[in-house]
């Protein structure tokens, strides 16, 4: 099967500008495939470069070598050194990420958030405010809220606004960052539901995940981080 993400002695430091320039090694030759309809789970304890190898995928950390090479309609881009407009076309077509945290615009209602990346996929509004909140209520969040920004809502809350939002348009890439964390029981196994539809869709995920028992129902591949982070 073609893969759809392929990483390639990926490796990254930081320097730290206001420290007298201290080089903070994090990943170093960080090497592993996703298949579509795969998920890959990156295990290793905290600070080994996790969270900073999604954001490497997603093309918001550069990185200072390697490849990271996404297939998308018999395409292949390398994210590593495509510029500012290559990667937000990316994220247009191809790549959905999900945050720990939800990032957005000050009062701006919730039904809009989640609507939006529909809207920009070309879905008339009606639809795509109708399929929001199919999603919205799937995810347990009662329509008296969809009319409120997101601001003041409960940890648990803006995670599944997040999940909503990341998870309704169509990617062939899905990157998860501990998506599952601020939930209770009954919406972890919402999404734990969500997933392995995406997955049955043929999405590949590279995901975050600290609970086991989610771990256990979504992972088909582990990648272990450690491997990667000892300094070049
Ligand atoms: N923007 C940044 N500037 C400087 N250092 C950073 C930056 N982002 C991450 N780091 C450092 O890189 C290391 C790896 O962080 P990262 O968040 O990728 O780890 P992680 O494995 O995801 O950790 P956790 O499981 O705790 O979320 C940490 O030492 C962190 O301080």
Redesign the pocket.
């Known amino acids: 099967m073609t893969k759809i993400l392929q990483l390639a002695n990926v490796s990254k430091s930081?320097t730290?500008h206001l420290q007298g320039g201290i080089r903070?090694p994090?990943v170093n030759g960080a090497t592993f495939h996703v298949h579509p309809g795969e998920c890959v789970v990156l295990a290793?304890?905290?600070?080994?470069?996790?969270?900073?190898?999604l954001?490497m995928i997603f093309g918001s950390?550069r990185c200072d070598k390697g490849q990271i090479l996404l297939r998308h309609d018999s395409q292949v881009t390398d994210i590593a050194s495509a510029g500012p407009r290559g990667v937000l076309a990316l994220r247009r077509k191809s790549v959905g990420y999900v945050s720990q945290f939800l990032r957005a615009v000050p009062r701006v209602p919730t039904i809009d958030i989640v609507a939006g990346p529909l809207e920009a996929d070309g879905i008339m509004p009606a639809v795509a405010c109708a399929k929001a909140g199919e999603m919205l209520s799937r995810l347990n969040l009662p329509d008296r809220l969809w009319q409120l920004p997101p601001a003041t809502f409960s940890g648990g809350e803006q995670q599944r606004v997040n999940i909503a939002r990341g998870l309704l348009p169509e990617r062939p890439l899905l990157l998860l960052d501990?998506p599952t964390a601020s939930l209770d029981a009954v919406n972890r196994a919402i999404v734990v539901d969500l997933i392995q539809q995406k997955k049955k869709q043929g999405a590949g995920i590279v995901a975050?995940v600290?609970d086991d028992d989610v771990r256990a129902a979504i992972a088909d591949t582990l990648v272990d981080?450690t491997a990667f982070s000892k300094a070049a």
């Open positions: 930081f730290m903070l994090v290793g304890p905290s600070g080994t470069g996790k969270s900073s190898l954001k950390y501990e975050i600290h981080v």
